[in-house]
């Protein structure tokens, strides 16, 4: 089946502007995560949505970023007036069921990512 | 707070040898899991092996096993029989009980497997 798809694959904005970044999980699954991985590091968390509830968005890193995911499927990332130090790539991430502190781990299933090029 | 430290930036190994790629975490959790990712060029990140911290026995998939050492908060992936596919950047991960629902990633080590 389908994997968890992500667009554009390759961004390049000028400092200032504004994009947005497409994340199309896997159908039916209900977690949705957002990942930052800046050059030759790890990727690290952004914000968690629970079908359309973002429930967690402790990870980003300025107001200029926002997420959502209005009807709890298709999940779009929004970084307002980008500067350089946003270049990164963006990962996305589904799991089927809810994600909690008491739940078993449920597989994230990830994107191949969008590379953000600020220039 | 939980940390994923992977202190091998770069390794590489010959084909068809075995190579250890080293972990160590922390975190006040009793309750977590662990994992290899492995992400190469197209980067997708490819889940490689998982183990639940409650489980003693080290998890195995085929060519790839880990070295779960609990009380030295420790997570070696070792790879034998390596293969050119193997080539890639590695990530250790941790995800705990008591965490919000993300992963927590390590810096990767690059492997590169020399034919």
């Known amino acids: 089946g389908a994997g968890v798809s992500q667009s554009p694959r390759y961004k390049v904005a000028k400092r200032g502007q504004d994009v947005a970044l497409r994340c199309d999980p896997i159908?039916?699954?209900?977690?949705l995560f957002w990942y930052q991985q800046a050059l030759g590091q790890g990727p690290e968390f952004l914000t968690y949505?629970?079908?359309?509830?973002?429930?967690?968005k402790s990870g980003l890193p300025s107001d200029r970023f926002f997420a959502e995911r209005p009807e709890g499927s298709v999940s779009t990332l929004k970084i307002q007036r980008t500067q350089q130090e946003d270049s990164a790539v963006y990962l996305c991430?589904?799991?089927?069921?809810?994600?909690?502190?008491?739940?078993?781990?449920?597989?994230?299933?990830f994107g191949p990512g969008t590379r953000l090029t600020v220039l | 707070a939980q940390t994923v430290t992977q202190s091998q930036p770069e390794m590489s190994v010959q084909e068809a040898e075995t190579v250890t790629l080293s972990c160590t975490y922390d975190?006040?959790?009793?309750?977590?899991?662990l994992f290899w990712y492995k992400q190469p060029p197209s980067r997708q990140m490819i889940l490689v092996i998982r183990?639940?911290?409650?489980?003693?026995q080290n998890a195995t998939e085929n060519r790839f096993s880990v070295n779960f050492q609990k009380a030295a908060k420790s997570f070696s992936l070792k790879i034998s029989d390596s293969q050119l596919g193997d080539t890639a950047m590695y990530f250790c991960?941790?995800?705990?009980?008591?965490?919000?629902?993300?992963?927590?990633f390590g810096s990767g080590t690059q492997l590169t497997v020399l034919p």
């Open positions: 991430a589904s799991s089927q069921r809810l994600a909690g502190p008491l739940s078993s781990y449920n597989e994230q299933f």
């Open positions: 159908s039916g699954h209900v977690s």
């Open positions: 949505f629970q079908n359309e509830a973002q429930l967690d």
């Open positions: 975190t006040s959790e009793n309750n977590y899991y």
């Open positions: 183990q639940e911290a409650y489980k003693q």
């Open positions: 991960a941790l995800y705990s009980s008591g965490s919000a629902r993300q992963l927590t």
